[in-house]
């Protein structure tokens, strides 16, 4: 059964740091794309980063190129999201996902992490 399970949020001044983690079970962590989505108040989902299977290609949304980092550790089978220069508006809940291929394509998210920039 895939799981995953977000964590490292919390309440951050503008300009500060965090780690969000995302320990995963239930499928071959290294094999599938994985990507981090938030989700601001009033707002729909925005997808924010995203590492292909096999620690491949990487991408980041605009908003958060150069401030954020996206990496994950097999052996620990956990993806992670440094986020540096926080800015007010990166104030959201974080999701991590997994899109497992097969007959039917399956996408699986984690509860989500608050994260809150503020002074």
């Known amino acids: 059964q895939v799981q995953l399970v977000e964590s490292g949020g919390g309440l951050v001044q503008p300009g500060g740091s965090l780690r969000l983690s995302c320990a995963a079970s239930?499928?071959?962590?290294?094999?599938?794309?994985m990507a981090w989505v938030r989700q601001a108040p009033g707002k729909g989902p925005e997808w924010v980063s995203s590492?292909?299977?096999?620690?491949?290609?990487?991408r980041y949304a605009d908003s958060v190129k150069g401030r954020f980092t996206i990496s994950r550790d097999s052996a620990k089978h956990t993806m992670y999201l440094q986020m540096s220069r926080l800015k007010p508006e990166d104030t959201a809940i974080y999701y991590c996902?997994?899109?497992?291929?097969?007959?039917?394509?399956?996408?699986?998210w984690g509860q989500g992490t608050q994260v809150t920039v503020s002074a």
């Open positions: 590492m292909d299977s096999g620690g491949g290609r990487i």
């Open positions: 239930g499928f071959t962590f290294s094999m599938y794309y």
């Open positions: 996902n997994v899109v497992v291929p097969g007959p039917v394509e399956s996408i699986y």
